[in-house]
């Protein structure tokens, strides 16, 4: 599929879906996170980390992007959006590189982080893209189950 074919109406998953996934995903990476979190005590002696910390804070977004990043570059699903049927393609019909994921990464903590204008754009013509698709030259597509016969 080429990205233009994803920028049709029919193939454009609607901003329910969209949000949907991303709740689910954030359930998903929150219980992640506590684990990590759980994985540091041992080096605080089992004290509390401290509010702030840089160092802490730059662990727990690796942890996060690895988890989204591996998603994304082995089959384009988070388990979000495997649920909510969608799929992230790449614009150049390649698979999902570390360095689209990373921009994708970022650029989402972004566009959600103003309240969600970046994923908005998704309807702004003539593109029809998020600012995460347009700067990681990738595209989200809503994927239904095919009929296992045909």
């Given at each position: ?75 384009g699903q ?49 593109r029809y ?22």
């Open positions: 599929m080429t990205a233009k074919a994803a920028t049709s109406a029919r193939s454009r998953p609607g901003l329910l879906r969209l949000i949907a996934a991303a709740i689910y995903d954030f359930v998903l990476i929150a219980a992640v996170l506590l684990v990590a979190t759980a994985l540091c005590l041992p080096f605080t002696n089992g004290k509390a980390i401290e509010p702030n910390n840089p160092y802490y804070t730059a662990y727990m977004f690796g942890v996060w992007f690895l988890l989204q990043g591996w998603c994304w570059v082995h089959g988070t388990l979000g959006m495997r649920s909510w049927k969608l799929k992230l393609y790449s614009e150049h019909a390649s698979p999902i590189t570390w360095k689209q994921a990373a921009i994708r990464f970022v650029v989402a903590l972004l566009s959600w982080g103003l309240l969600g204008v970046g994923v908005l754009w998704r309807w702004v013509p003539p893209r998020s600012w995460q698709d347009r700067l990681s030259a990738t595209y989200v597509d809503w994927a239904p189950s095919r009929n296992k016969d045909s």
